[in-house]
C-alpha cells in the first residue's frame, strides 16, 4: 500500500471528513489508533481534529513513520476556528512546525478544514477545559481577542457545524497531482 488515510477524531467531525476523502480517492482511510504496518506506504494523508493547538494522534502516527521513507505528507486540520482568517492560519502553522521534524516538515502540504462542536456531547474532562477557557477570556476586552478567542466565545456552549464536504476538493487535487 503506497497511499493511506490516517484520521484522529474525537467527536466525528474528522472521521466523516476522511471517510468522504477515502470514497472520493479510492484511498482506505484509517483510525489512526488502528494503523497498519506503514513501512512501504509513500504518501500520507492526515487527517486530525484541533485539540488545544494540537493535532489529535498526529505525533502518535509519526513516530510509526520513517521519515525518510515517507514522500509526502497532507496534512489536514479541522477545527472550529475559521481558516480564511489569516491569523487563525497562522497560528495552527506555527504550531505544526513545532511538532513535525523539519525534514518531512519541507514535504508536507497543508490545508484547514472546519468541524463543528456539541457541547452537549463532550467529555467531562473537555468541557471543563472550555469553560475555564471560556472564564479567563470573559474578562477581557472583546477588541483585544483574537479572532480565534473571538470565535470560540461566540459558540461556546452551543451546538455548531461547519462541515464542507465541498472545502475537500483542493485536497483530491493535491492526491491526484502525485499521481500524474
Ligand atoms: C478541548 C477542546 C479543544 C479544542 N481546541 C481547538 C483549537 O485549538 N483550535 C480549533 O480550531 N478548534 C479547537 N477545538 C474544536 C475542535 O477542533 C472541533 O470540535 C473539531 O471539529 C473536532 O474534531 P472531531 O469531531 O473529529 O474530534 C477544540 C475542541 C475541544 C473540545
Redesign the pocket.
Known amino acids: 500500500m503506497e497511499r493511506i488515510i490516517i484520521y484522529g ?7 466523516r471528513y476522511a471517510k468522504r476523502l477515502s470514497q472520493q480517492t479510492g484511498i482506505p482511510a484509517v483510525n489512526y489508533k488502528e494503523t497498519p504496518e506503514l513501512s512501504d506506504v509513500k504518501t500520507i494523508i492526515y487527517l486530525g ?5 494540537g493535532v ?1 494522534g498526529l505525533a502518535k502516527t509519526l513516530r510509526k513513520i520513517s521519515t525518510e521513507k515517507v514522500q509526502k505528507l497532507i496534512l489536514v486540520t ?4 475559521d481558516p480564511e482568517e489569516q491569523e487563525n492560519k497562522d497560528n495552527i502553522r506555527a504550531s505544526l512546525q513545532r511538532q513535525i521534524s523539519p525534514e518531512l516538515f519541507g514535504r508536507t502540504k497543508i490545508f484547514h478544514l472546519r ?3 456539541d457541547y452537549q456531547k ?1 467529555s467531562f474532562g ?1 468541557r471543563t ?2 469553560k475555564l477557557l471560556y472564564q479567563s477570556l470573559h474578562r477581557r476586552p472583546w477588541e483585544t481577542q483574537t479572532a ?1 478567542n473571538r470565535a470560540f466565545m461566540e459558540t461556546y456552549g452551543k451546538q455548531v457545524d461547519f462541515t464542507d464536504f465541498g472545502a475537500l476538493e483542493p485536497i483530491v487535487q493535491e492526491i491526484h497531482r502525485g499521481t500524474i
Request: proline content about 0%.
Open positions: 477524531s474525537q467527536y466525528g467531525s474528522t472521521q481534529g484541533l485539540y488545544a493547538g489529535l479541522v477545527g472550529l476556528a468541524g463543528g462542536i463532550l473537555h477545559m472550555m480565534e
